[in-house]
């Protein structure tokens, strides 16, 4: 972004410079122009006492009235007045030599102006002869005053035309040169968003970066990555203890079995320990230890499933022992809710890579899902398998009473839940959904109201 902003500081301050030295480039043309038209005018004047010159000049000559000279002369003195004022313009600087010439011609025409108010006898063929060199110089002027202005005039429509085109143009390219860069950006924050709010907390790389201008984005996207998988792994060690909570009393049943026949057996020991054969204490003591190792499997998978373990994805598993060691877990659960389990789980199912303790989450969730889903009870039936996308395929099925499609489109929302307040955080499929899609597989569900549902996972097999 500052990278962005720093292009866009850039292009305005040097569109403001452009701007401004445009603008006064455009007023010192106008002013160029208009003393380019002042000079017009003199020319124009220069012109019109030149002719007017040779009209009284002609009533001399032809002896229409002499008198005229006196106005020859005096026309002859404006005309000075002209030549002074166009000498010091471009026309002027362009025709010095020229002008010079002129100047030259117009005192000899003076001199014989003057020698025919004397009555001297004067070649008139002479005269005519200045006057016309005079005629032409004046037209000549004229001409190139004319083409000062046009070329001028052209310089003023048409260069700020071809100056504002070509900024706007620049302007354009640069603005949709801005547009894709925000566009990219908005489509990076937009996928890469999303790719989280799925549960994917990969870290974003580097090579990711399309331009500097992604740099900042990607490490703050990072930052938040590592801030939500903390939080993450935080809210499973919270739903694990949430879980177990669920499994006490099924626990505790199944722990009350075999520690009452121990007591049982022990207290019949101590009554009969005297009438006892040794074969006898030999088979009771045998009961008594085999109940202890029943009771402290029990323990053990509780252990397993809520001890603290690393979220890397990268162990060989066999989805069918993740099963099955999740299945010892609410065992007593499902016989308390009069649930059948169906299984089909076939020897040989290709590995995944995954996490073994992240995955018996996955399944406690689903698991448990099921049974409070029968309070009547019915069946929960586990089918695993392989696709020919090279995914191992897991369906959860069970005959509960099913989601409406309002539901359904909700279920791995964070803190949406169903059930009473108080009896359910919201967060279990959120964290299975989770789960999976760092596992780089994905999750179906189908369910109606009154039939069911089904719970299908995606996990890509190990390579």
């Not at 703050?220 to 993450?232: D, G, K, P, T, V």
């Not at 499973?236 to 009452?260: D, F, M, R, W, Y």
């Not at 809520?306 to 989805?319: A, P, Q």
């Not at 019915?378 to 005959?399: F, N, T």
């Amino acid at each position: 972004m500052r990278d962005l902003r720093i292009k866009i500081l850039l292009f305005t301050s040097t569109a403001t410079v452009f701007l401004i030295l445009h603008l006064i480039g455009y007023v010192y043309n106008i002013n160029v122009f208009k003393e380019q038209l002042r000079v017009l005018e003199k020319s124009h004047d220069f012109m019109e006492d030149v002719l007017e010159l040779r009209r009284y000049e002609k009533n001399f000559v032809f002896k229409i009235d002499p008198n005229d000279l006196n106005e020859v002369l005096s026309y002859i003195s404006r005309i000075k007045g002209d030549v002074r004022a166009i000498s010091s313009s471009e026309v002027g600087e362009e025709y010095a030599k020229e002008l010079e010439q002129f100047e030259r011609d117009l005192v000899t025409y003076e001199d014989l102006i003057n020698q025919a108010k004397k009555h001297k006898k004067v070649p008139l063929e002479k005269i005519r002869i200045y006057g016309h060199r005079i005629l032409k110089f004046a037209e000549k002027v004229l001409e190139l005053n004319k083409q000062y202005v046009n070329r001028t005039l052209n310089h003023i429509l048409f260069v700020p035309s071809i100056v504002m085109f070509l900024f706007g143009g620049t302007l354009i390219i640069f603005l949709l040169f801005l547009t894709h860069t925000i566009l990219r950006q908005i489509s990076f924050i937009q996928e890469t968003t999303q790719r989280i709010a799925q549960g994917d907390f990969s870290y974003i790389s580097s090579d990711e970066a399309k331009s500097s201008s992604f740099e900042i984005i990607i490490r703050a996207f990072n930052r938040m990555i590592r801030e939500l998988e903390s939080r993450q792994h935080d809210l499973l060690q919270a739903k694990k203890l949430a879980s177990v909570g669920t499994l006490v009393s099924g626990i505790a049943h199944e722990l009350n079995n075999p520690l009452n026949n121990i007591s049982l057996t022990a207290e019949s020991m101590l009554e009969e320990l005297e009438e006892l054969s040794e074969a006898e204490l030999k088979d009771m003591l045998k009961d008594i230890l085999a109940e202890a190792r029943r009771a402290s499997g029990v323990v053990k998978n509780l252990l397993d499933f809520s001890r603290r373990r690393s979220s890397e994805v990268n162990e060989l598993i066999d989805i069918g022992e993740v099963i099955e060691s999740t299945l010892k877990l609410v065992k007593n659960q499902l016989m308390i809710s009069d649930v059948q389990l169906i299984k089909k789980i076939p020897e040989g199912l290709p590995l995944i890579r995954g996490n073994t303790d992240n995955l018996k989450q996955v399944f406690i969730n689903l698991f448990l899902n099921a049974i409070q889903a029968m309070p009547e009870g019915g069946y929960l039936k586990i089918i695993a398998e392989e696709d020919k996308r090279g995914y191992v395929v897991i369906h959860v099925e069970d005959s509960g009473v099913g989601m409406p499609p309002d539901v359904m489109e909700r279920i791995f929302d964070p803190f949406f839940s169903t059930k009473p307040v108080g009896k359910g955080t919201g967060l279990g499929l959120s964290i299975v959904y989770g789960i999976v899609k760092k596992h780089g597989g994905y999750i179906e569900v189908k369910s109606k109201q009154g039939e069911g549902t089904t719970f299908t996972i995606f996990l890509p097999v190990a390579r």
